[in-house]
């Protein structure tokens, strides 16, 4: 689909992340000649909880009870941020909203609510929702191979009473570093493995929708949309992604996802942006 003005890039942000990690696709995409603009999703960014027991000397106890900012922060609040967005966006050329991992599901919530203010959906290994909710698509055999498994210790305190999710991503346990750095990026150096960590915030909100949040065909089905899968990924496997795609396909034949593919770990393409530009500047033509 040719556009008669070059459409704006609305980029939404995986867990615990914030606009800052889309910053080099971003002057990737402005080089090509594409504007885009990344979105903090409400506590993060400069919203973000940073609690004292994080500095260091961390202080673990403190770390595991100290209040959360993101408790009773919904996946609706998100939806309704990134709508706002994409209402003033759209007053300057055709929206492509483009999400990575959790991102995606902000995403779905955006087409199932205005879909006739997107011109295209882009889920970057990302969840994409739509026979069934995102805890139940982690019981399924295509997610059991992630290697997120191995991560938990990442984890502090008890989601019920800091109503929302804490990782330590300061951590400095080698084993828990090495399985961090396998499940997000595999294919980078220690050096690029560090500073992606320390861009990361420790808290995330709760909410991952409910069957209420699934894809919708009369709305959402209506977009055009792409799937970049990321074919390194050992955190969103492959097969897990691919059964987005195939179930996406199922629900609106008529208009199937534009399936691309990247050779990148879960952040790798963030990281090392420019075949990514590459490919969101080739949807845009």
Known sequence: MMCAVNPIFVLVHGSNGNSFSWA????????????????????????????AAYQAPQDP?????????????????????????????????????????????????????????L???????????VDLTPGEYMAEPEYA??????????????P?????LRMNWRTADPELLAALKTAMLADGTE?????YLNTLEPDESMDAGTAHDRARADTWGRVPRTY???????????????????????????????VRSLDSSHVGFLVRPAEAAGLLADLAR
């Open 24 to 51: 080099p696709l971003q002057r990737e995409l402005t080089l090509l000649g594409h504007r885009a603009l990344a979105v903090d999703l409400p506590g993060h960014g400069f919203e973000a909880d940073f609690p």
């Open 61 to 117: 106890a403190a770390l595991a009870t100290a209040p959360s900012a993101l408790a009773g922060v919904r996946l609706a609040d998100a939806v309704e941020h990134v709508i706002g967005v994409v209402r003033r966006a759209a007053e300057h050329g055709p929206v492509i909203l483009v999400g990575h991992s959790r991102g995606g599901l902000a995403l779905t919530g955006v087409g199932n609510a205005v879909p006739d203010l």
């Open 119 to 129: 011109h295209r959906l882009v889920y970057i290994s990302a969840w994409c929702c």
């Open 145 to 158: 191979s992630s290697a997120l498994a191995a991560t938990a210790g990442v984890l502090v305190g008890d």
């Open 160 to 164: 019920a009473e800091l109503g929302a």
């Open 191 to 195: 050096r690029e493995f560090l500073a």
């Open 228 to 258: 970049v899968r990321l074919t390194g990924d050992t955190s969103m496997p492959l097969a897990l992604q691919d059964r987005f795609i195939a179930e996406a396909d199922a629900l609106t034949p008529d208009n199937p996802f534009d």
